[in-house]
Nanobody, 118 residues
Framework: QVQLVESGGGLVQPGGSLRLSCAAS????????MGWYRQAPGKQRELVAG???????DYADSAQGRFTISRDNAKNTVYLQMNSLKPEDTAVYFC????????????WGQGTQVTVSS
């Protein structure tokens, strides 16, 4: 079992920045691929960025060049640095932990609201 707690969301003006954090507890954090997803009202949840156990990062096209995902295994925490925010980035952002060995597991945090508005 893994417990995930997101923080760092809030209201920011267009062009601004936010840094989301996701603190994990309960299992071996370094064995999980970590991801940030978001869900806007009336839309499906979508992957924003992911980072593997070997620190390989991948981004959705919408996040490429503006967002940076990173992880600190010593602190059991994954981060999402979001720059040049746009109104269309407004959503609830969720942290996810995933692995397939020794068993397929996926865990979600409760989400943190990000609102980009002037």
């Amino acid at each position: 079992q893994v417990q995930l707690v997101e923080s760092g969301g809030g209201l920011v003006q267009p062009g601004g920045s936010l840094r989301l954090s996701c603190a994990a507890s309960g299992s071996i954090f370094s064995s999980y691929t970590m991801g940030w997803y978001r869900q806007a009202p009336g839309k499906q949840r979508e992957l924003v960025a992911g980072i593997t156990t070997t620190n390989r990062a991948d981004y959705a096209d919408s996040a490429q060049g503006r967002f940076t995902i990173s992880r600190d295994n010593a602190k059991n925490t994954v981060y999402l640095q979001m720059n040049s925010l746009k109104p269309e980035d407004t959503a609830v952002y969720f942290c996810s932990a995933f692995r397939t060995i020794p068993a397929r597991e996926r865990y979600w945090g409760q989400g943190t609201q990000v609102t980009v508005s002037s």
